[in-house]
Nanobody, 124 residues
Framework: QVQLVESGGGLVQAGGSLRLSCAAS????????MAWFRQTTGKEREFVAC????????LYADSVKGRFTISRDNARDTVYLQMNSLKPEDTATYYC?????????????????WGQGAQVTVSS
């Protein structure tokens, strides 16, 4: 059974940092692009960041550029999202996703596997 399991969410004050991890099991995604999306109640799931299969290319939403960093460790089949200078508007459930392709994209339709989500709450 293929699974993506997120961890590292929690409650943090504005200006603080958190690191999310996403561990894959059941198959390797070392040849696939990986991404993070986020969603709040009543809103569409939105793109946050993605990384190519090699880790050599990344793409970020404008709202997180300069504050968040996506990375991956293919030996561990794990993807990370380092979140710094967090703002209350970053509060959301964060989802890890694996693409069917190796190249980066901000399109939800490119991602075929999804984790169950990790809650991030930023207090003001």
């Amino acid at each position: 059974q293929v699974q993506l399991v997120e961890s590292g969410g929690g409650l943090v004050q504005a200006g603080g940092s958190l690191r999310l991890s996403c561990a894959a099991s059941g198959r390797t995604f070392s040849s696939n692009a990986m991404a993070w999306f986020r969603q709040t109640t009543g809103k569409e799931r939105e793109f946050v960041a993605c990384v190519s299969w090699s880790g050599g290319s990344t793409l970020y939403a404008d709202s997180v550029k300069g504050r968040f960093t996506i990375s991956r460790d293919n030996a561990r089949d794990t993807v990370y999202l380092q979140m710094n200078s967090l703002k209350p508007e970053d509060t959301a459930t964060y989802y890890c996703a694996a693409s069917f392709a190796g190249w980066i994209s901000d399109l939800k339709s490119q991602y075929t596997y999804w984790g169950q989500g990790a809650q991030v709450t930023v207090s003001s």
